[in-house]
């Protein structure tokens, strides 16, 4: 159990602020990180291995297997802590890359370590370090979480000119084994040593270990079949949609606009995101959530319209805007009603579970805009019927429960 009603907003952070220290590094070098660098290797692997691009995105789809093993991962760390099963997972990461780094060509070789990196890729993500996080924080958890979510695209901006400057000069391998490096270097010594989390058992309480497995798994159970979760998993899987789509297809959508420096504008994505992540945790500490979450998922809606072709160009960098805070609240969003109706007694798993009806909303966007152009040669359409899935994203955050009057 967790009290953190005894602290004040200023004792959160000065016992707390170590801990959103290592979350954040854990997340600039972990899964996140591998996601938003994965793209460099492709021209590598094609001229060292002749695998087509089509066999290399197969490999990549195995990833998706993350969404599978999340739930399971989460209830480890609901168990174990959320220090033993980073620990575990950042470790068999950086393996897979070291394996990936002694490839010699065998297909299957890279279709076997792709399917092992999604296995643990769950365990180095907000799935593990949001738990933590969340135990230390109840006054200024949005802002704690907005920075945590933020080391994805401070990691992204850091390591990947690293990255990429190790491919160029030592092929596919040398950008494996600096990945596995900056994994075993960077974040292991540091969860090891500060990702605490903040445990006060209630007076009279049993704290068992059978007890304690036991009221967890009564807890997510019901948590899963309570109205909250599914007006959660509504809003999540709609919003993920039209920003998973449009960051798949940035180039073309952006060249097809007229556009003819689109770089410029992934950059002002990127930092939009950033921006997001932070302003977005700070706004949901200062007021009501719920109300934050819909408004960006307004402005969702707003700049995937600014977006179709009839709207002027001038629009475009507006729209970018709007899109890069709807894929920089995604963490936040997920993240703090988790934390705020379900409590931290089963955060992970239940995150876990939300993060797989999420992922969804990923590929349905990133599998329906390129089919949508395929047949109307135009993201018109694409971009229409994700702002219009938008709208149940907005009317569930609003119905969303008072998390005050109950975790579930």
């Not at 602020?17 to 996601?35: D, F, N, P, R």
């Not at 995937?304 to 805007?321: D, E, G, N, Q, T």
Request: with cysteine.
């Amino acid at each position: 159990m967790f009290d953190r009603s005894a602290l004040t907003a200023r004792e959160e952070w000065q016992k707390g602020w170590s801990v959103v220290g290592v979350a954040t590094l854990g997340m600039a070098t972990g899964a996140g990180l591998y996601h938003y660098v994965s793209s460099l290797f492709i021209v590598a692997l094609e001229t060292e291995f002749g695998w087509s691009r089509g066999d290399i995105s197969n490999a990549a789809a195995l990833g998706m297997i993350g969404t599978l093993t999340a739930p399971v991962i989460g209830r480890y760390a609901d168990r174990l802590g959320a220090r033993r099963i980073a620990m575990v997972c950042i470790t068999a990461m950086a393996l897979c890359f070291v394996a990936l780094s002694a490839m010699t060509g065998t297909y299957w070789h890279f279709l076997a370590i792709s399917a092992a990196l999604g296995i643990v890729a769950p365990g180095c993500t907000t799935l593990i370090y949001g738990r933590a996080v969340n135990s230390w924080f109840d006054h200024g958890k949005g802002i704690a979480l907005g920075i945590t979510a933020a080391g994805m695209s401070i990691g992204a901006m850091v390591f990947s000119p690293l990255i990429r400057s190790m491919i160029g000069h030592y092929g596919s391998s040398g950008g494996y084994v600096t990945l596995a490096a900056l994994m075993l270097v960077l974040p292991l010594p540091f969860v090891a040593i500060g990702l605490r989390e903040r445990t006060v058992p209630v007076p009279g309480e049993s704290m068992g270990p059978k007890t304690v497995a036991a009221d967890q798994e009564e807890h997510w159970s019901k948590a899963a079949r309570s109205r909250t979760f599914w007006i959660l998993a509504v809003a999540i899987f709609a919003a993920n949609l039209p920003a998973a789509g449009v960051l798949t297809q940035f180039e073309p959508l952006v060249l097809a606009r007229g556009i003819a420096n689109p770089t410029l504008y992934l950059t002002l994505f990127a930092v939009s995101v950033l921006i997001g992540r932070i302003a977005i945790g700070w706004l949901f500490d200062k007021f009501d959530a719920r109300r934050i979450a819909a408004l960006v998922t307004m402005g969702g809606i707003s700049g995937s319209l600014l977006l179709l072709s009839s709207s002027p160009a001038m629009f475009v960098p507006l729209a970018i805007i709007l899109i890069g805070f709807l894929q920089g609240a995604e963490t936040d969003v997920l993240a703090y009603f988790v934390a705020r109706h379900f409590g931290i007694g089963s955060f992970s798993t239940i995150y876990g579970l939300l993060f797989g009806i999420s992922m969804l909303g990923t590929a349905a966007g990133v599998i329906g805009f390129g089919q949508l152009f395929d047949r109307y040669r135009s993201y018109d359409m694409a971009l229409a019927i994700a702002a219009l899935l938008l709208v149940p994203a907005i009317i569930s955050y609003l119905v969303l429960p008072n998390h005050k009057k109950g975790v579930i």
